[in-house]
């Protein structure tokens, strides 16, 4: 796998994947390091302020969230990646159409959910292991567990729109929501906690507060029309939401895996250190969410990229990605590692720690630290494998690094004692990681089969008349008629022609476009990608070129434009 990401991608596709990467992963990376900010902040107020039966109330109280990540981040990753996928086939009402599923689906569920565990509270207080016989700590967890299934449907709102409103090519007004989420978070858990004196169920009224803005932001991406994501209605078709949940499973399944995992891990630090362990873990589980940050916005521009470049036929692309994602992901992952094993200590008495707890948060963060560039290679695998629609191999890794793995590790290690026990992190991310090497396949053999593609770059009217002549012979060569294989050549022609006019008009002489021209039984799909200013050759009814796109409308079946990410991408079926 490594050997061939340097193999490809290079010269002219750097200059559309390069761009698009960075316009994807920035805004998520900031985003997603905001997100891992308001989780630290949640635990260094109520650290600071309720000592360690605070942070015990939160680590106990994570489970809860890993439970609603399922439902959003499996239903909320699939839907978007299935999303990117239609969009870049240029099906914008089925696209539009499982946005709608989605959110329905998930809001319907969150309210179902969230009424048993309000009225069955008692129970789901002592499937978190949270017992009367810790009165200080039952009392503090009770109101905070409260306090989160009250606020399900407003926190748990955001993943569908977050993620729908990144592929559908705006990540910077995405990653605007979540920031400003953030912010507000911060700013909120400090009043409410510190200054109101709300305990620590104030930590979550603090992050709901914030996660209104999140859905006031990215709703008004759709509201507004921004884009082309558009709300359809209140449906349910379970179809589409299958494929949803078979494209995001991969991404969904590591929090249920955490949440049996955390259940576990609470029980067995409440036994071996009381707790001062479980105060520990929550810090560790605080910073880690710092390297989670990196992985997840790695995730985040691999998927939607990916995504396009599958439906296009572009390999090349595919491979430029996973080799960005890999360089971008150790660079960062290193500064991450050097933070968390060097200043363990002074990490730990900054968040309120002292005594057994500061020593355990001591002894736990380096080893910790071992686990972090396997888990985010193991991570950029799982995104790219449910991604290309390999949802199983996906599913494998992750059940291999959060279960299969790590809870016979954590078993058997524990009874070593808490030094020990955190060694299972880096043993079960370097066996999945194994794995993956060993298990990598190619993007074209998980495609259904096509005659054959043709890919090029044109920059200007010569290289187009070498391109045309070229793509004459490969549609020959591929047993196309003369008929079929000069529409498709007089569509390439007209279409780049007029790009190329425009972008002179607009005195831009860098123009590139990229050419790829799949064939199948049906015919052709073109797809276009380029550098200039917004522009769509089939609005341009009374420019000089508007005979010969009125002969491209008649040919083609149909045809789909759209601004992103920076890019012109147009879609022609033939």
């Known amino acids: 796998m490594i050997t061939s990401l340097f193999k490809h991608g290079t010269g002219p596709e750097k200059q559309f994947v390069d761009s ?46 890993m439970f609603y990540n399922v439902l959003s981040y499996g239903f909320s990753i699939g839907g978007s990646i299935r999303y990117a996928a239609l969009m870049g086939n240029g099906d914008k009402q089925a696209a539009n159409r499982l946005f709608s599923n989605v959110f329905t689906f998930l809001l319907l569920v969150y309210l179902v959910t969230v009424g048993l565990g309000l009225f069955f509270l008692p129970q789901l207080l002592q499937c978190l292991g949270i017992s009367p016989a810790h009165a200080g700590l039952y009392a503090i967890a ?204 002074g990490l730990g008495r900054f968040f309120g720690l002292s005594g057994d707890a500061l020593t355990i948060a001591v002894n736990a963060l380096p080893l910790y630290c071992l686990s972090i560039l396997p888990a985010c290679w193991n991570q950029i695998a799982i995104n790219y494998r449910q991604t290309t629609e390999c949802g199983i191999s996906a599913l494998i890794i992750q059940t291999l ?7 016979p590790a954590l078993y058997l290690l524990s009874q070593s004692g808490l030094v020990a026990l955190w060694w299972a992190y ?49 549609c020959e060569s591929w047993g196309f008629g003369a008929q079929q294989s000069y529409f498709a050549t007089l569509v390439v022609e007209e279409l780049c022609a007029a790009i190329l006019e425009d972008a002179g008009q607009n005195h831009r002489h860098d123009i590139l476009i990229k050419l790829t021209v799949v064939a199948d039984r049906d015919g052709f799909s073109l797809h276009l990608r380029d550098n200039s200013l917004a522009f769509n050759p089939f609005s341009d009814e009374n420019g000089p070129n508007a005979l010969g796109m009125s002969i491209v409308r008649k040919k083609a079946k149909e045809f789909f434009y759209r601004r992103y990410q920076g890019f012109n991408t147009l879609v022609v079926v033939l």
């Open 20 to 65: 698009a990467f960075r316009r994807f992963f920035v805004p998520a990376l900031f985003s997603n390091l905001g997100l891992a900010l308001g989780s630290m902040v949640d635990s260094l107020v109520v650290g600071n302020k309720l000592g360690q039966n605070g942070l015990s109330a939160i680590a106990l109280g994570i489970p809860v969230y």
């Open 142 to 345: 009770r109101r905070y567990v409260r306090a989160q299934l009250i606020c399900v449907p407003i926190l748990f709102c955001q993943g569908p729109l977050y993620f729908f409103v990144h592929s559908d090519g705006a990540p910077k007004r995405a990653a605007v929501g979540l920031t400003v989420s953030s912010a507000v978070d911060i700013v909120l858990n400090y009043v409410f906690v510190i200054r109101l004196n709300m305990g620590a169920e104030g930590s979550v009224w603090s992050t709901a507060a914030g996660a209104l803005f999140c859905v006031a932001i990215c709703g008004s991406h759709i509201i507004k029309k921004r884009g082309m994501l558009r709300f359809t209605g209140f449906v349910l078709e379970f179809a589409k939401l299958r494929r949803a949940i078979g494209s995001g499973f991969a991404s969904a399944i590591q929090y249920l895996y955490q949440f049996v995992a955390i259940l576990l891990m609470n029980n067995l630090l409440l036994r071996l250190g009381g707790v001062a362990a479980v105060a520990a873990f929550d810090i560790l589980y605080a910073l880690s969410t710092l390297a989670v940050a990196v992985a997840d916005a790695i995730g985040m521009a691999v998927q939607p990229m990916v995504s396009t470049y599958l439906a296009e036929r572009d390999e090349a692309a595919v491979y430029r990605t996973l080799k960005l994602a890999l360089w971008y992901g150790s660079a960062l992952s290193l500064p991450v590692i050097a933070l968390l094993t060097f200043g363990a200590e």
């Open 401 to 407: 690094r959060l279960l299969a793995f790590f809870l």
């Open 426 to 474: 880096v043993l079960a991310e370097l066996g999945a990681l194994l794995f993956v090497i060993f298990t990598h396949q190619s993007s074209a053999a998980l495609l259904p089969a096509i005659i054959g593609t043709y890919s090029d770059h044109i920059s200007s009217a010569e290289m187009l008349g070498k391109v045309v002549e070229q793509l004459q012979n490969t």
